[in-house]
């Protein structure tokens, strides 16, 4: 028993910590935003990395995600002669939850974790101090670009990742369960307001925050050579993921 409570309060304290640490982190990209100059060149590079190439990954989800929650309503709503609805189901399940949080997620799985291992190769390896002995402050030139990047393309991802999940929904909905095109999208115009959309989107800027926030944390705070790089790494992917499914939760208790 005292062994668990011990554990209990390590990673407690542990977890206060970091939140802490991040917070500051937070605060001090915040000061070095506003004073110029800004790092356009890298911000517009860091959005290639974040948004360009995360399109293929993004598309691949949405695509599957309304296939198959179009396939999976369908068979619910049959039972009740409400089969007209899939449409509507599809683009407010990906507009209000699916398509923020889905992107969150597999933009972490492949930003977040090369952001941890970028910055911490660059811990181990003392480049990041040889930033400070050059007098360029490394929360600038290396947090700021991420951080902005992320948030302004994260909402860019989710918008194409519900387009295209609307897209494969109404193709099985319409081709393959044979559902009437006019009523499915009629139902979809009926049901859906642009505020779903914008709440979406504004879950989506928080969730890019998060996870380009975390994996810099991690990258900066990486120690042990390789092996600390690869750990960064995964507890980047683990500690993002965590925090953008909990923070759904309170960001969709306040906004809808």
């Not at 990041?128 to 909402?155: F, Q, S, W």
């Not at 999940?165 to 081709?175: F, Q, S, T």
């Not at 998060?210 to 994996?215: A, E, F, N, P, R």
Request: net charge neutral.
């Amino acid at each position: 028993m005292q062994a668990i409570l011990t554990e209990i309060g390590r990673l407690t304290y542990r977890l206060l910590l970091e939140t802490g640490q991040i917070a500051i982190m937070l605060f001090q990209a915040a000061t070095w935003l506003v004073r110029p100059p800004l790092k356009v060149g890298l911000i517009f590079k860091q959005m290639e990395f974040v948004g360009v190439k995360s399109t293929t990954v993004v598309i691949l989800t949405g695509a599957s995600t309304g296939a198959v929650l179009a396939l999976q309503t369908y068979y619910g709503f049959t039972k009740f002669n409400a089969e007209t609805m899939v449409g509507a189901v599809v683009t407010l399940s990906m507009t209000r939850e699916l398509g923020p949080v889905l992107t969150g997620l597999m933009v972490t799985a492949r930003v977040g974790s090369a952001m941890a291992t970028e910055l911490g190769t660059m811990r181990v390896t003392e480049q990041i101090d040889a930033l400070e002995v050059m007098a360029a402050n490394p929360i600038k030139h290396l947090v700021v670009p991420r951080l902005v990047a992320t948030v302004l393309m994260l909402p860019v991802l989710t918008v194409m990742c519900v387009f295209i999940a609307v897209a494969g929904g109404y193709a099985v909905g319409v081709n393959l369960l044979h559902i009437n095109p006019g009523l499915f999208m009629s139902k979809v115009y009926d049901m859906v307001q642009p505020i779903d959309l914008f709440n979406g989107l504004i879950k989506s800027a928080f969730f890019g925050l998060i996870l380009s926030l975390v994996g810099c944390y991690k990258g900066f705070a990486t120690s042990g050579g390789a092996e600390g790089v690869g750990r960064s790494a995964t507890e980047a992917v683990v500690l993002s993921s965590v925090l953008i499914l909990v923070s759904d939760y309170f960001l969709t208790a306040l906004m809808f």
